[in-house]
Nanobody, 121 residues
Framework: VQLVESGGGLVQAGGSLRLACAAS????????MGWFRQAPGKGREFVAR????????NYADSVKGRFTISRDNAKNTVYLQMSSLRPEDTAVYYC???????????????WGQGTQVTVSS
């Protein structure tokens, strides 16, 4: 599967953005999907994940209540709705997929190219 993110950009603190990740291939619904992020000088960290049919979601504590992950299997797309954005949310956001559930970069099978999100104070 190939993953292509879109929707990043510059936003003021308190604002919102929606990221999208389009996947190629006909097996999208067999993959768990998620998002990670990497700030300058830091490691890649788990943000959120969603199960194959979208019944189960999990979030990092730092984004819980502010971010929402969803998927549309008919469109082969996963979304990350980000609200109440903070300067510390500034990072490159990566779409990720794997057959098994994951919360660590080492458990991911496939990555997108990343999209920059910058939150100004």
């Amino acid at each position: 599967v190939q993953l292509v993110e879109s929707g990043g950009g510059l936003v003021q603190a308190g604002g919102s953005l929606r990221l999208a990740c389009a996947a190629s291939g006909s097996t999208f619904s067999t993959y768990n999907m998620g998002w990670f992020r990497q700030a300058p000088g830091k490691g890649r960290e788990f943000v959120a994940r969603i199960s194959r049919m979208g019944f189960t979601t999990n979030y990092a504590d730092s984004v819980k209540g502010r971010f929402t992950i969803s998927r549309d299997n008919a469109k082969n797309t996963v979304y990350l709705q980000m609200s109440s954005l903070r300067p510390e949310d500034t990072a490159v956001y990566y779409c990720a997929s794997a057959p098994s559930l994951f919360n660590s970069p080492t458990m991911v099978d496939c990555w997108g190219q990343g999209t920059q999100v910058t939150v100004s104070s």
